[in-house]
């Protein structure tokens, strides 16, 4: 079965940067849809940015230009260059990306997984 493993969170000031990587451990055929989603202290869970197959990206309006999100789908993984941190960026960030496994009958399964989350700090 397909998992998802973030890394790369920390504690950054106002103004520095993080990547955040998402690896991707089984035996798949491919991952059509990667995305990026946070969860701050007392918020709902929302989108922060999606990445297709053919590398077309979505951001969510917060974004502003400031996080990049990129794919290797050879080495199955993603990541999230965040610039300009701020501390109303503090949350956990979680990867989660459709899935395609082999499946029966069809040959094909599709799901979504998620990954456990890592933990983003900005202090000011």
């Known amino acids: 079965q397909a998992r998802l493993v973030e890394s790369g969170g920390g504690l950054v000031h106002a103004g520095e940067s993080l990547r955040l990587s998402c690896v991707i451990s089984?035996?798949?055929?491919?991952?059509?849809?990667m995305e990026w989603y946070r969860q701050g202290p007392g918020k709902q869970r929302e989108f922060v940015a999606r990445i297709t197959n053919s590398g077309n990206t979505d951001y969510a309006d917060f974004v502003n230009g400031r996080f990049t999100i990129s794919r290797d789908n050879l080495k199955k993984m993603g990541d999230l260059q965040m610039d300009t941190l701020q501390p109303e960026d503090t949350a956990v960030y979680y990867c989660?990306?459709?899935?395609?496994?082999?499946?029966?009958?069809?040959?094909?399964?599709?799901?979504?997984?998620w990954g456990q989350g890592t933990q983003v700090t900005g202090s000011s």
């Open positions: 089984g035996d798949i055929l491919g991952f059509p849809v």
């Open positions: 989660r990306a459709q899935i395609e496994e082999p499946g029966y009958p069809s040959g094909i399964d599709e799901f979504p997984v």
